[in-house]
């Protein structure tokens, strides 16, 4: 693979060293089987998506005996559908990859018991809340608004399956920490920083659906209180609710940063500001939950309007993201003599299912992102809100642009790509025939390897030796809830010059 | 820049331009403060006799109730041009009330009462969908805006 020169001040990295095989190859079985998890979750998920698109049509396919053996009314099979897609099949795929990818970026060990014993909470959370999922006692949708009541069971699987996400938080944050104390004054590696700082956006995002679960909606269906407001509930679950669409789209982004420049033959336009972006996004993802509730009666409208004006503001890291990563493939494609306002596209390596899903994958989220802007505006949201715009919206969301991407990435990942790539095909035929033309992988990662971030990027080693806004991030991560970065030494994190952010 | 812009779009909302769906859309409503209620006493409130009522000043006020899977009244006769503030709630679950065709579109939520103000400038029959989920019969919670010429 040709990468065009990096023009660099800084000195080159090292690359880190798990020269451990066993290791590396018992943290890559962890992530397995978090991703074919995720996967088979989808796979069922997916199946019910035609059945509900029929029926938009005016074929009613719920009263044939074989689907209505499965499927009580259409709306078990959408709340099955909204769940396993959308909850279940992100949740796992992202705590597979997001805690593969900083443990190798960063070269550090893992305790690989824990990360066992998070899968199997995960996993067992899951089939709890499978149960009334399948017997139709929890056919509230994925959103499970109350006073609609579902059985405890739902709640109580729901709760300890998006519970055990905030160990794999725990469990990377600490892979980070302890890396920042055996590496003081260095800068963190893009990757291990990207995926770091979308951990720490998703525990402070998940605290609302965790709080509404736990402590209003449990206690609620197993008769221990009378009553659950409606509306603070509501709330509570959008806090998370739309936090969660980062959660969903920042590991994309971070391959769309990362490796597909690499791949394309190129580098990242400007490294200072992929970690700018993640940084807003850790800052801003949580505080526009109520776009959600324009619709609803008696919330402030000075808080709606303030909700608003910030899901504009976090518009922004996502058009930085388009532009620059765009601009990166244009500058690898015209690199490798691609020319012409659109003849250097032809230039970009097509062929590959690692770079063309996710490459399609930004496409659809153009049309998403544009959509979203839309979705936004209080003006807008009257004409559209729950009406077939949104689910158009987040199909092309986190149902295009999530989903293509992970499924791209899982060549990376797993063995056996013929088996995603029936469920791949369902959906997406380009990639179905990219992926049944294609040679068996037997791993992917030994043909086209996952780059390393000092393979990516210019950042160079030491903080001090970095450029000002590399040193400016660094911190922010620090920052939070490690009270000012203590447990990170204050020393390592403290810019070396400019704003002293953190101060012990 | 982005200050102007917050202060247009507040003064928007509080304009009724966009309605902010707070307290009782100027009103007084027996039974509601603050835009609440006790969803399990209706009684106590106008929402007893759902419908259209005109008050002794001449405005309007139609309240109706959502609840599974119908809403009440099932077609709201209003008149043409006139100011009508509609108060919405819920008796039961989470309920939507959009009149296809325009931009309103409020959630109906047992305990609350959405309260707005709107103008109905052409006779002829609306549709009235419920669009939040709210059980097995949610596909069939149809109603109707009915506006009427009226007698001189
Ligand atoms: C074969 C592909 C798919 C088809 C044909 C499909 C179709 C649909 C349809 C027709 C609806 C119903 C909307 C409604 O009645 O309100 C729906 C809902 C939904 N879909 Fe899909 N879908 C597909 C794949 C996906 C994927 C990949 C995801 C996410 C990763 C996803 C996430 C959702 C969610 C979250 C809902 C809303 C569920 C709810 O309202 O509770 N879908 N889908
Ligand atoms: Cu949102
Ligand atoms: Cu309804």
């Not at chain 1, 279940?88 to 060990?109: C, E, H, K, N, W």
Request: glycine content about 10%; proline content about 7%.
């Amino acid at each position: 693979m040709t990468t065009s020169p990096i023009h660099s001040p800084h000195a080159a990295r090292e690359t880190p060293v798990i020269s451990d095989a066993a290791y590396l190859a018992s943290l890559k079985k962890v992530t397995q089987y978090y991703i074919v998890t995720a996967f088979l979750a989808l796979f069922i998920g997916v199946l019910i998506g035609p059945l509900q698109a029929l029926n938009y049509g005016g074929i009613n396919v719920y009263d044939t005996p074989i689907i209505k053996g499965l499927l009580k009314s259409y709306y078990q099979g959408l709340s099955l559908h909204g769940v396993l897609n959308a909850l279940v099949f992100t949740q796992f795929f992202i705590s597979g990859f997001l805690l593969y990818l900083p443990a190798r970026d960063l070269g550090m060990r893992i305790n690989m018991k824990f990360a066992w014993f998070t899968y199997a909470l995960m996993t067992a959370g899951l089939l709890v809340a499978a149960v009334p999922l399948l017997t139709n006692d929890a056919t509230l949708l994925y959103t499970f608004y109350p006073p609609m009541e579902g059985s405890p069971l739902f709640y109580i699987g729901a709760a300890v399956m998006v519970g055990s996400s905030l160990l794999v938080v725990g469990q990377v944050v600490n892979m980070w920490i302890r890396w920042k104390r055996a590496n003081p004054g260095r800068v963190t590696p893009l990757v291990a920083f990207m995926s770091v700082a979308t951990w720490m956006m998703w525990a402070v995002a998940s605290l609302g659906i965790v709080t509404e679960v736990v402590f209003l909606l449990i206690p609620w269906s197993l008769g221990w209180v009378a009553g659950v407001d409606p509306l603070i509930s509501k709330t509570l679950f959008w806090w998370t609710g739309h936090a969660i669409v980062y959660f969903w789209v920042l590991p994309a982004y971070i391959a769309w940063y990362a490796f597909l420049p690499n791949h394309a033959g190129g580098r990242i336009v400007s490294e200072p500001l992929v970690r700018l972006t993640f940084v807003m996004f850790l800052l801003n993802s949580t505080p526009v939950g109520l776009h959600h509730q324009y619709a609803d009666p008696n919330i402030s409208v000075t808080w709606k309007t303030m909700h608003m004006f910030l899901t504009f503001l976090i518009a922004i890291p996502s058009l930085l993201t388009a532009f620059s990563v765009a601009a990166s493939l244009e500058d690898a494609a015209r690199a490798r003599g691609g020319r012409g306002l659109f003849g250097w596209m032809f230039k970009l390596p097509w062929g590959k299912p690692t770079f063309s899903a996710p490459v399609l994958a930004m496409i659809s989220f153009i049309l998403g992102g544009a959509g979203g802007v839309v979705n936004a505006s209080s003006a807008f949201a009257p004409v559209i809100h729950n009406t077939a715009w949104i689910p158009g919206h987040f199909h092309i969301t986190v149902g295009t642009a999530t989903t293509l991407t992970f499924m791209g990435i899982s060549f990376w990942l797993i063995q056996i790509p013929q088996v995603l790539t029936a469920i791949g095909g369902v959906m997406y035929f380009y990639v179905l025939f990219r992926m049944l033309l294609s040679k068996r992988v037997d791993d992917g990662e030994v043909t086209t390897p996952i780059p390393y971030s000092e393979v990516i990027s210019p950042a160079g080693q030491d903080l001090a030796g970095s450029s000002a806004l590399v040193r400016f991030t660094e911190p922010l991560l620090a920052l939070w809830g490690m009270g000012c970065g203590a447990a990170a030494g204050a020393d390592d994190v403290r810019p070396s010059a400019g704003p002293p952010v953190c101060q012990r | 820049m982005a200050l102007f812009l917050f202060v247009t779009v507040l003064a928007s909302f509080s304009s009724g331009t966009y309605p902010s769906l707070t307290g009782e859309g100027g009103h007084h409503i027996t039974g509601v403060k603050n835009g609440r209620l006790n969803p399990k006493n209706f009684a106590a409130t106008p929402f007893a006799t759902p419908g259209l009522r005109q008050n002794a000043d001449g405005t309007y006020e139609a309240f109706v109730v959502a609840k599974a899977f119908q809403f009440e009244p099932a077609v709201l006769k209003v008149p043409v041009g006139q100011p009508i503030t509609i108060h919405v709630t819920s008796a039961d679950v989470l309920h939507g009330y959009f009149i296809e065709g325009t931009n309103i579109n409020t959630t109906a939520i047992p305990g609350q009462v959405s309260s707005f103000t709107t103008t109905f400038r052409r006779p002829g029959t609306l549709n009235v969908v419920c669009n939040e989920y709210c059980g097995t019969g949610h596909h069939n919670m149809l109603g109707g805006v009915k506006v009427e010429v009226q007698e001189p």
